[in-house]
């Protein structure tokens, strides 16, 4: 008997289930609102080593997810990469290193040079710092690409996350008047 009525209250609460509103972002993949409000990305060129990985992590996952059709943008972005020591040992020598790199980037319409979307990204690492310098080197420079992807995929989301609510924000025209 409790089994049963254990089943019906679940089966009576699948409806509210389904109305939680909960959308996917990516819904329809190429044909979706997302992928056709970010349209055609341009990405500026970015300055540096970091800003090479970050302008080819960004140029990957745009191309993923491209819809190719709808208004096109341009997208600057400005890098900040710090390499910090912290962990300091005797006769000051450091043993850690936290890296930082931070990303603003601005989100413009092509066609009207408007912007739309102005705001920023970023990731920490930290790492040891090896008796090699070698070792060191490799360790700042594997970080710093972990870094740019995780930076890049900030990006494309807030991004996308923007591009939908305008989406949904805009005004729904009235169909036409019926002859």
């Keep these: 008997m409790k089994r049963i009525a254990a089943l019906a209250l679940a089966l009576a609460a699948l409806p ?5 509103g909960l959308r996917p972002l990516y819904g329809s993949g190429t044909h979706g609102p997302v992928a056709r409000a ?3 990305v341009q990405v500026d060129a ?4 970091a800003g090479w ?14 819809g190719g ?3 096109s943008y341009r997208l600057h972005v400005e890098l900040d990469d710090r390499i910090t020591g912290f962990g300091v040992r ?3 020598i450091v043993s850690r290193e936290r890296r930082a790199l931070r990303a603003r980037y601005q989100l413009f ?4 040079g408007a912007l739309v979307m102005d705001a920023t990204a970023g990731s920490d690492a930290g790492l040891d710092v090896a008796s090699s310098e070698y070792a060191t080197i490799a360790a700042e420079d594997t970080a710093l690409e972990r870094l740019s992807e995780i930076v890049a995929d900030q990006i494309v989301t807030r991004m996308a996350q923007k591009l939908a609510s305008e989406q949904s924000a805009a005004p729904v025209s009235a169909p036409p008047p019926a002859p």
């Design 109 to 112: 319409d092509s066609a009207t």
């Design 16 to 20: 509210a289930l389904s109305s939680c």
């Design 53 to 66: 990985l970050v302008g080819n992590a960004l140029n990957e996952r745009l191309a993923a997810i491209s």
């Design 38 to 40: 970010i349209g055609t």
């Design 46 to 49: 970015i300055e540096g080593k």
């Design 69 to 71: 059709e709808g208004p």
């Design 90 to 92: 005797a006769g000051d």
